[in-house]
Nanobody, 130 residues
Framework: QVLLVESGGGEVRPGGSLTLSCAAS????????IGWFRRAPGKEYEGVSY????????EYAQSVKGRFTISKNDTKNTVYLQMNNLKLEDTAVYYC???????????????????????WGQGTLVTVSS
């Protein structure tokens, strides 16, 4: 079973940057897409970005487009989320996830997206505070 472990969260001032890492125990051809969700305090889960393990195509939520960049290093079995120009509203627990239906799940804005994905990480906290 693939396990995902996130790291890189922390506290940063508005306008700052952080890079989140998602290390997978193994990449399987069954897991076509890997992505990031987040959940801000008192809010629903939000799909942030994903990257396809097949063709490397990417997608971003409108709220982070132009500021966040997702990438992957197949040699290290790791997916990264580079977050620049962070805003107060980016404060959230960020979860890495993988699944065949991740693109659909992310587009559906489900209340419990983890129920529909094969793998869900433990989360890493990002706090943007002045």
């Amino acid at each position: 079973q693939v396990l995902l472990v996130e790291s890189g969260g922390g506290e940063v001032r508005p306008g700052g940057s952080l890079t989140l890492s998602c290390a997978a125990s193994e990449f399987s051809s069954n897991y076509y897409t890997i992505g990031w969700f987040r959940r801000a305090p008192g809010k629903e889960y939000e799909g942030v970005s994903y990257i396809s393990s097949i063709d490397g195509s990417t997608e971003y939520a409108q709220s982070v487009k132009g500021r966040f960049t997702i990438s992957k290093n197949d040699t290290k079995n790791t997916v990264y989320l580079q977050m620049n120009n962070l805003k107060l509203e980016d404060t959230a627990v960020y979860y890495c996830a993988a699944g065949r239906r991740l693109q659909t799940v992310m587009a559906s804005n489900l209340a419990e997206p983890y129920r529909y994905l094969e793998v869900w990480g433990q989360g890493t906290l990002v706090t943007v505070s002045s």
